[in-house]
């Protein structure tokens, strides 16, 4: 037990045990190594709290939070790793931790020549009130809290004729059932053009990119001069999902083909936006450089970590509109930092000026009424003033069983959620226990209806195939091709953990086993015709990113000899496709089961969310919520053990930072 008294040797043991186990890096434990090396005098408790400080990055907290830690040490730190229940009890944080109080481990650090407490710029840990920062990441949450506030700040003229280019950009009243709603679309445009910042917010089918597409036409409809926009996304296939919607939308916008043509249809990654540099973290566009641009659209901002949103502002010109997309309720990026879900942690309650919604009523000619709404009071949130939240859901209407399950687990009512899961109206449950191989066989195959199984894109691989002696450059291998990836497409199986029976590492290895058993599969292991990989880093030399999907398909050389290639689609939203040998590919992986956040800014026909036997720290709301809404047609939720499901829901993401405290003070 780690007490006051307790020695620097005892503490990097007690840490050495810990990264044996697998519960912490090796990298935090060496920093632990590194500052007592630097420090002879520094006190055990400040050497924990820098390992521990570095462990929390890595499960994407921005700092450590002291209390936290200490109130609840397992559940904060997230230890044991992935429901590991029973291992090792007695090295579990909550004993280990169970003799520091609070007083004496801030004193211990505020005592630290390791330690800023304010202005010291050359020290590598800061102690901000209760969170331990590592020196880089506090320099990056106050530059993008000074940013933003300068962006909130920044009131915009409103355009010339505004009411009338709304009336004619929404031209029909919102109906729900025969009465007249409020069109939220139309006051995000409203809001957005008085307005040098934006975000948007709103769950799937509420409208983002229709709005911002309207948005981006009234924005060019108004200017003295053609407008120089760009369009990004955090991912490759987030950017090419958001061109193919942004192409269909403009060509419908009621605009002439002038303002039509100025609007962009192609969106970039934000890594190419800025321009990534080789083996480094800096970017060709910086402070020094910035963006060539006026208006800079950032769709699925959820999935923005704290030091990518740290260079996109540091890069964005200070002229530049910036407007973000993103569903607040979905899971927060891999890496540090949840930005969205703390700047949108008022957005559902409005928090709107008097003075605000009277001029958005009066512009937009909607009437703002809605239970949810709380009055801001004057003169006070100003990030407030900057945010709307879109709150229909045309892909979730008209009673959907997936949109009333993800609406309970979103609003943290279990029983609610189950019954919904019960009702089989667009959602089924499977239970696994004892019948683990026949419940998976069962959800691989063709399926029924909408449910569609891994057998679907099977079968049109086997089916659809062209004939024997087809020439490869007629076009039909391509479609045949295309049509396998959209089939593909149609059906996945999400995973809340990697390892374990239940995570993507086992049930990768097992569904292939058994498709193979069921002579779907010619092999099982290393490469063969049907295999799906993920592309798991960034290769721009290929044209892919961290996160395409491609499958391996035998296709004829031009002497007509079958080679093996891996078929990927565009990430430009062109709809065609590249093939790669697949000895040119090394940074992939198998993929017929992949993490729930490996699925956001994708959606699937028919979507299966498997859960673990125990609960482990990454099941919360928030990742259910997220894998639900994956689904456009149909969800399945597979489940080990009655009760898990129930247990995550009341479980909400907690990401440390002190963002919102640093932008509102």
């Not at 809340?496 to 993507?504: F, K, L, N, T």
């Amino acid at each position: 037990m780690i007490t006051p008294h307790t020695t620097i040797t005892e503490l990097l043991a007690l840490l050495d045990r810990w990264v044996a186990l697998g519960w912490l890096r090796p990298l935090d434990r060496a920093l632990a190594g590194f500052f007592a090396e630097q420090d002879d005098q520094a006190e055990s408790v400040v050497l924990l709290a820098s390992a521990l400080a570095s462990h929390q990055l890595g499960h994407g907290h921005v700092c450590l939070d002291l209390a936290a830690t200490l109130a609840a040490p397992d559940f904060a730190l997230s230890l044991p790793p992935e429901g590991e229940e029973g291992l090792a009890d007695a090295w579990l944080p909550s004993v280990q931790l169970a003799g520091l109080t609070l007083a004496h481990w801030t004193r211990a650090l505020a005592a630290s020549a390791l330690v800023a407490a304010g202005g010291e710029t050359d020290r590598p840990l800061v102690l901000h009130g209760e969170r331990l920062y590592l020196r880089r990441y506090w320099n990056y949450e106050q530059g993008v809290a000074r940013a933003l506030a300068a962006r909130i700040g920044d009131d915009r003229a409103v355009p010339d004729g505004l009411s009338g280019w709304l009336a004619r950009l929404f031209p029909e009243p919102l109906l729900l059932n025969g009465e007249r709603q409020t069109d939220w679309q139309k006051l995000a445009c409203a809001l957005a053009a008085s307005s040098g910042f934006t975000l948007i917010t709103g769950g799937p089918g509420t409208g983002k990119t229709t709005t911002v597409v309207r948005l981006l036409a009234l924005l060019q409809g108004t200017a003295e001069q053609p407008l120089r926009i760009r369009l990004a996304a955090p991912t490759g296939k987030a950017a090419a999902r958001l061109t193919e919607s942004i192409g269909a939308q403009v060509a419908s916008l009621p605009v002439n083909d002038e303002v039509r043509a100025r609007i962009p249809v192609e969106v970039s990654t934000l890594h190419r936006l800025l321009g990534s540099l080789p083996d480094s973290r800096h970017f060709r566009h910086h402070a020094g450089n910035p963006l060539p641009l006026d208006v800079l659209v950032v769709d699925e901002a959820s999935m923005i970590d704290l030091e990518m949103m740290h260079s996109l502002l540091a890069a964005l010109p200070a002229h530049a509109r910036l407007l973000l997309l993103g569903d607040k309720d979905q899971l927060a990026s891999v890496e540090a930092g949840a930005l969205l879900g703390d700047l949108c942690r008022h957005a559902e309650r409005g928090l709107y000026q008097p003075e605000r919604l009277a001029w958005l009523e009066a512009v937009s000619g909607e009437q703002v009424a809605h239970s949810a709404l709380v009055a801001g009071e004057p003169g006070r949130n100003a990030l407030a003033q900057r945010i709307l939240m879109l709150r229909y859901s045309r892909r979730f209407a008209g009673g959907s069983g997936i949109g009333r399950l993800a609406e309970a687990v979103n609003r943290q009512q279990p029983e609610e959620a189950r019954r919904h899961l019960a009702g089989g109206d667009e959602v089924a449950t499977v239970r696994l226990k004892g019948e683990q191989d026949g419940a998976l066989n069962r959800l691989l195959s063709d399926g029924r209806g909408q449910a569609l199984g891994y057998g679907h894109y099977l079968s049109t691989l086997r089916d659809e195939r062209p004939a024997v002696g087809t020439a490869y450059g007629d076009g039909a291998w391509h479609d045949w091709a295309k049509g396998v990836l959209a089939a593909f497409d149609q059906f996945r199986l999400l995973c809340a953990v990697r390892r374990g029976p239940w995570g993507v590492e086992g049930l990768n290895e097992r569904i292939a086993g058994l498709l193979h058993r069921r002579g779907l599969l010619e092999g099982k292991e290393g490469w063969y015709e049907g295999r799906p990989v993920l592309v798991t880093r960034n290769d721009y030399g290929l044209g892919l990113m961290n996160g395409d999907i491609g499958i391996a398909l035998r296709l004829p050389e031009e002497d007509g000899r079958p080679v093996l290639r891996v078929a990927f689609p565009r990430n430009d939203g062109s709809g065609e496709l590249r093939f790669v040998l697949p000895s040119r590919l090394s940074e992939v992986e198998t993929v017929f089961a992949m993490t729930v956040h490996k699925s956001q800014g994708s959606e699937f026909a028919h979507t299966a969310m498997i859960l673990p036997e125990a609960l482990n720290p990454v099941l919360t709301k928030e990742l259910l919520y997220t894998g639900i809404t994956r689904a456009r047609h149909w969800f399945t939720l597979l489940e080990p053990r009655r009760g898990v499901f129930e247990q995550a829901i009341a479980r909400r993401v907690e990401r440390r930072s002190g963002l919102l405290e640093s932008l509102q003070g």
